[in-house]
């Protein structure tokens, strides 16, 4: 993907044309769906229990939190019909040919952000981030999270905001390119960039999942990195010390519902923040042939302000979850410390 | 707040989650590439290594007469096998554009695939853009899914 400042601009511009163009057809189809209501009756596991086995998508572009000054969770079929179109023209745009006599990107970086980090990142075609609005019992969502009403994350706590700072004190005098593991996690392979826990999509690619059930196992085996997170059925937590890097899941079924809850999460990666007291619970709940509501609470009280709470549609898909091995062909993480050592050579800065 | 401004907003937030998604990846790709670095090469494919985390495409460029390979960064290939493109897709020999920048180890030729196309410009790949290949099943031509991977 080129991030590069320009085409941020123009993807805003894009989305605005598009939102004046969307395709009255695009518009009279979403109108019909969804209307899938032939009968069905939920699949069963040998034992008695809801059969969640399958893979699975999370994928969406309906964000996490809703867009700020956005108040109605429920959007319209039309205003979906048009995010939807606005997504799909901003791939084809970013598809199209480019300049053969173009020269070399700019000295100094071009502008980018983020993770494309001045240098342009790569091309948008290895993305797969998402392509629909989220659908949950039939509503087009403006925002994952539904509670608190306005479909944000609550605001840190003092305390977090200080475990912060103090952890950026300690971490004072350490370069970030000093030793392999004061690099990201990711960067290492050890998990993905996303979160583990709750199943929150990554908007960035392979965002596919497996599901395995046996009657005291539930196995959900994520694309990304490969990782495969063991959920126990009945039983207690590990000890509070024991920090799995995926956490500590136990669940139990609540009628046809599989209630998930994971604690013990390792503080090497938090989620917004939060790692050590954090409690995550999940609720899986398989509503006809091609779908999971997957809701999620989020809850640490020494991090966020309230707790928050959020719904993910899952749909079944018959594609192929590939293989996400990472560590043998890891090039980056290699060229990362050898592009610091060279470049202190080069600026006569080595330590 | 009436339905325009509503949607102007909420485009607005599509627009700041389109460019937030740079805020996630892999690795940060200014930690591994120098801006102060660009390049641009044209040559022929040498190699593909079809690997996670990242794709990497070997180019042969000739340099002041003499023949360099250059290692070419790209996403996962994932994303790409599930649309049916394989490491046999590209083959060894294909003559490619390639502009990005190099690592910040100057002694490895290896650069960011920033874009990455053919000589007349076509690039090497496309993205799926969803129009006609919906995964959701909410096109009404498209076949109800049952989970797959049983």
Same mark, same amino acid.
């Given at each position: ?51 969640l086995q399958g893979t699975w998508s999370n ?132 998990l993905s960039?996303g979160p583990t826990t709750?199943l929150?999509p990554n908007?960035?690619?392979n965002n596919n999942l497996q599901i395995v059930q046996t009657?005291?196992h539930v196995m959900i085996l994520m694309e990304m990195v490969h990782d495969a997170r063991i959920v ?12 799995p890097w995926m956490g500590?899941s136990?669940g ?6 599989l209630?998930v809850?994971t ?19 999940e609720?899986f ?7 999971i509501?997957y ?19 899952f749909?079944a898909t018959?594609e192929l979850i590939y293989e996400y091995a990472c ?25 | ?51 996670n ?6 180019? %042969? *460029?000739? &340099?002041? !007469?003499?023949?360099? $390979? ?8 994932n994303? /790409?096998? =599930?649309?049916?493109?394989?490491? %046999? *897709?590209? &083959?060894? !020999?294909?003559?490619? $554009? ?9 002694? /490895?030729? =290896? ?5 990455? *196309?053919?000589?007349? !410009? ?15 099943? =909410? ?8 989970p797959g991977g049983r």
């Amino acid at each position: 993907m080129k991030f590069t400042m320009p085409s941020a601009f123009r993807v805003l511009a894009g989305l605005a044309v598009a939102a004046g163009l969307a395709s009255p057809a695009i518009v009279t189809l979403h109108a019909q769906a969804p209307s899938v209501a032939k009968p069905w009756t939920m699949p069963r596991t040998p034992d008695g229990k809801p059969d969640l086995q399958g893979t699975w998508s999370n994928a969406t572009i309906t964000p996490l939190e809703r867009a700020q000054g956005v108040t109605n969770l429920v959007l319209s079929a039309d205003e979906a019909a048009r995010l939807e179109k606005a997504t799909a023209d901003r791939v084809e745009r970013l598809n199209q040919d480019s300049d053969p006599n173009r020269p070399a990107p700019p000295q100094g970086g071009d502008g980018s952000t983020g993770a494309a980090g001045n240098v342009g990142g790569y091309n948008n075609f290895w993305l797969d981030p998402g392509e629909r609005v989220a659908v949950v019992d039939g509503q087009f969502r403006s925002s994952l999270i539904i509670d608190p009403p306005d479909g944000r994350v609550p605001p840190t706590t003092p305390e977090a905001r200080a475990r912060a700072q103090a952890r950026m004190k300690a971490m004072a005098g350490r370069g970030q390119y000093d030793h392999p593991e004061f690099r990201p996690l990711a960067e290492r392979c050890l998990l993905s960039f996303g979160p583990t826990t709750p199943l929150v999509p990554n908007y960035f690619y392979n965002n596919n999942l497996q599901i395995v059930q046996t009657p005291d196992h539930v196995m959900i085996l994520m694309e990304m990195v490969h990782d495969a997170r063991i959920v126990r059925i009945g039983g207690t937590h590990v000890a509070r010390h024991i920090r799995p890097w995926m956490g500590d899941s136990i669940g139990h079924w609540e009628g046809d519902t599989l209630v998930v809850e994971t604690t013990n999460f390792p503080l090497q990666q938090p989620f917004r923040g939060a790692a050590e007291n954090l409690k995550v619970t999940e609720r899986f709940r398989r509503v006809d042939a091609g779908t999971i509501n997957y809701r999620f609470t989020v809850e640490d009280p020494t991090t966020f302000s309230r707790p928050f709470t959020g719904e993910i549609p899952f749909r079944a898909t018959d594609e192929l979850i590939y293989e996400y091995a990472c560590h043998e062909g890891n090039y980056a993480m290699s060229n990362v410390l050898s592009g610091a050592r060279n470049e202190e050579k080069r600026l006569g800065t080595k330590k | 707040m009436n339905t325009r401004t509503t949607f102007g907003v909420l485009l607005l937030g599509a627009g700041l989650l389109l460019a937030g998604r740079s805020v996630i990846a892999h690795h940060a790709f200014g930690a591994e590439f120098d801006p102060n670095a660009p390049i641009r090469l044209q040559g022929k494919v040498v190699r593909l290594e079809w690997v996670n985390p990242h794709t990497w495409i070997h180019i %042969e *460029t000739i &340099k002041d !007469g003499k023949p360099e $390979i250059w290692m070419i960064e790209g996403g996962t290939p994932n994303t /790409l096998l =599930r649309r049916g493109v394989t490491r %046999e *897709t590209v &083959k060894v !020999g294909t003559e490619i $554009i390639v502009d990005g920048y190099q690592t910040k180890d100057h002694s /490895l030729k =290896r650069a960011n695939g920033r874009d990455v *196309t053919f000589t007349d !410009g076509r690039k090497l790949f496309m993205g799926s853009s969803g129009t006609g290949a919906p995964k959701d099943g =909410r096109d009404p031509t498209e076949a109800p899914k049952k989970p797959g991977g049983r």
